[in-house]
């Protein structure tokens, strides 16, 4: 059975066996079976389990699951953990189809070996578990309440995954208060076996759900995440909270991108990738959800604010620019016909301000002008609560410029004022026209719609280059380092393996001795850098090891000594494999271009303003591999340093496209070498546009384990 069937039997059940069901009302088991009841699912197909009832709430007690004499679906498990794997060999011998643990006692408390243990009998079984440590399982296209929440939630068409058992009790409630409807409600737990990940993909198919979002603190597969999110956002909008924001300790870590890298970086990559959008809070992820379940997506990015308000406009067009809306400049024909539904001080720019002395027949004289003007795309209507009219009869005057037009654009509302506005904001709400207390929330709410349209236009377009790479020598480089018990590359080394990768690189003559060095830097000429090569020496400057425009003899003999010396006092432990010696480059702008690898994610690609401030100035961004050609396109022009390397200030434009290729090219050694932990390229010098770039100092580090 696939895995989306298995879902299907879970979710969306013909029959419900509820193993630990109690007769006590306190206990989880007896409240199941009642949820059960009480949210409408056949009482004929509700079976509970327990060896010590005849039955429960009316309805026939089995002894085991493997007596009920009917077909089981669903199993709700609701006993002790120690208990679990003996229940499970018996859904596997009844056959039942899909297992919804809510029983707790497992990984969270530590006890990985049962969670382990659960998981395998019941693949052995043929079945697939949700939980284990799961509030349940709230369906209202078939009333299934299976579940200890309070309720089912209003049926709808978002589905809600959440992480959070709490959350999912309280937002039963919440939803109902705000009348906002869900299709489903599931709570995921452990996530032993079935994760968001499958729950997304098998949202992305269901007829009755329109918008897909999750409470996450964490994801399980990274690359399956991204697989299946760029597929269903193609299809339906994705909306995640994810919690967990603070950097993990990165102290262990020595390359510039691990130490940027911080735990959440690579989620919000990801996202960004898949096209999944990211809410800050639990608020502002069901404004957007309401809004993206409820209008189509906009032909075009032409946006009109109507207000009664002159206020309330600006602070609209403010939270515009904000959230990346686009507001028209209003055509002088449009305008004209405007002016009919508002004072002579009225405004017909945008926002159109009707004044305060606006009633129903100019808001839906106005409304009615902008639906039927094919110039613009969507409208954002504002109300502030008047003497002139009731928030009911501009609903009223909304709803019937729709119906009397035909035409259904995006329009998002907000009513601002008291309980008569609420009560208005909710009824539009259920008549298909989202409506917000706050002029910004109904933007930011129009602003996800736009942001989803623009990530589905983005993933449409993907383009994977093809690179020529000499994969086979990196690979023996590698295997010799490990060999040698290390996992840093020496400078050497590491410049070696750009180079295999076609990335422009400084070549690093090495000197075994001083006599060495001065031959090397007499066949390069002067000025030369001076810098030690040593694996354990990753950061030159930190310590002394690196001296550049070294213009003589006289010099270079003085620096060598030095360079020895400072190493030897400042990292005793330095294996010091001689000093190489090498041209003075040419300068150019400077940028960083790296890799961290990410635990969930894998190649998190880094690129930002280099030189040995990039911490501090932290202009960087960061993008998952593999990387489409439009991937590092957006990464660049995230940062400040592309103002930089566009041409700031009148200065020539940079080398914009050897930045591109050479982010590609560490993108693909990241994932070629799954060995390899960290890449930094810093600096690395882009020169002028048609001139290229090159790498000056590389540094790669290799997985511990």
Request: glycine letters at 8%; proline letters at 5%; hydrophobic letters at 40%.
């Amino acid at each position: 059975m696939s895995t989306r069937t298995v879902i299907y039997h879970m979710l969306r059940p013909d029959s419900v066996a509820v193993i630990g069901a109690a007769r006590e009302p306190q206990k989880i088991g007896h409240q199941v079976v009642k949820n059960l009841i009480v949210g409408g699912f056949p009482k004929d197909k509700i079976y509970p389990v327990n060896p010590y009832a005849n039955e429960i709430l009316g309805l026939k007690c089995y002894p085991t699951v493997k007596d009920i004499p009917y077909k089981v679906d669903l199993a709700v498990i609701v006993v002790p953990a120690k208990i679990v794997p003996k229940v499970l060999y018996d859904c596997s011998e009844k056959g039942v189809k899909a297992v919804a643990i809510i029983s707790s006692g497992f990984k969270e408390v530590g006890n990985v070996k049962l969670e382990k243990e659960i998981v395998e009998i019941a693949h052995k079984g043929g079945f697939r578990i949700l939980g284990p440590n799961i509030v349940g399982i709230c369906d209202t296209v078939k009333s299934v309440n299976a579940s200890f929440c309070q309720g089912l939630p209003l049926p709808g068409n978002i589905a809600f995954i959440t992480q959070s058992g709490a959350l999912a009790i309280a937002l039963v409630g919440w939803t109902k208060l705000k009348r906002i409807g869900l299709s489903d409600l599931v709570s995921i737990g452990n996530k032993a076996d079935i994760d968001e990940n499958d729950l997304i993909d098998f949202f992305g198919d269901d007829p009755n759900t329109r918008v897909i979002t999750a409470y996450l603190e964490g994801i399980k597969n990274g690359k399956r995440f991204l697989e299946i999110a760029k597929k269903v956002t193609l299809k339906k909008p994705i909306v995640i909270l994810k919690a967990g924001k603070a950097e993990r300790t990165l102290g262990a870590i020595r390359s510039h991108t691990g130490s940027l890298a911080g735990s959440d970086i690579a989620y919000e990559a990801a996202f960004k990738q898949s096209g999944v959008l990211r809410a800050s809070t639990f608020l502002e992820l069901f404004d957007w959800a309401v809004a993206l379940s409820k209008l189509s997506v906009p032909s075009g990015d032409n946006v009109v604010i109507l207000t009664n308000g002159g206020g309330a406009g600006v602070m609209a067009t403010d939270a515009s620019e904000v959230y990346n809306i686009k507001l028209m400049d209003i055509p002088k024909d449009l305008a004209e016909r405007l002016r009919k539904f508002m004072p002579p001080f009225g405004s017909v720019y945008n926002p159109i301000d009707l004044t305060g002395m606006a009633n129903k027949e100019w808001y839906k004289g106005a409304l009615k002008e902008l639906l039927k003007d094919e110039r613009v795309d969507s409208v954002i209507v504002l109300y502030c609560h008047t003497a002139v009219t009731k928030p009911k009869d501009i609903g009223d005057a909304i709803l019937e410029a729709i119906s009397e037009t035909g035409i259904r654009k995006p329009i998002v509302v907000s009513l601002i004022g008291g309980e008569e506005c609420l009560d208005e904001c909710e009824r539009l709400t259920s008549k298909g026209v989202p409506c917000y207390e706050s002029q910004e929330k109904a933007v930011a709410a129009l602003g996800a719609l736009y942001e989803y349209k623009r990530n589905v236009e983005r993933i449409k377009v993907r383009t994977i280059p093809k690179l020529v790479v000499n994969k086979s020598e990196v690979r023996n480089i590698i295997k010799e380092v490990i060999e040698d018990g290390r996992n840093v590359l020496t400078a050497s080394e590491a410049t070696v393996v750009a180079k295999l990768y076609g990335i422009p690189v400084l070549e690093k003559p090495l000197a075994k001795t001083l006599d060495e060095a001065l031959s090397i830097a007499n066949k390069v000429g002067y000025p030369v850098v001076l810098e030690v090569e040593s694996p354990q020496v990753l950061h030159k400057t930190d310590v002394g090891a690196i001296y550049v425009n070294i213009k003589n003899e006289q010099e270079l003999r003085e620096k060598y000594n030095k360079i020895i010396e400072n190493v030897r006092r400042k990292v005793p432990n330095a294996d010091i494999k001689g000093i190489i010696v090498r041209k003075m480059a040419e300068e150019g702008k400077e940028v960083i271009i790296g890799m961290h690898r990410d635990p969930i994610f894998g190649p998190l690609i880094m690129f930002g303003m280099g030189g040995i401030l990039v911490e501090l100035f932290r202009d960087v961004s960061f993008r998952v591999a593999p990387l489409s050609i439009e991937d590092v396109d957006e990464m660049i022009k995230e940062t400040k340093a592309y103002r930089v390397i566009k041409g700031f200030r009148g200065e020539p434009e940079s080398d914009i496209e050897c930045i591109k290729e050479t982010i590609l090219r560490v993108a693909k050694l990241a994932i070629d070498f799954p060995e390899i932990s960290d890449i930094d390229i810093n600096p690395f010098f882009v020169y002028e546009k048609g001139k290229g770039g090159l790498a000056i100092d590389v540094k790669i580090i290799l997985r511990k384990d």
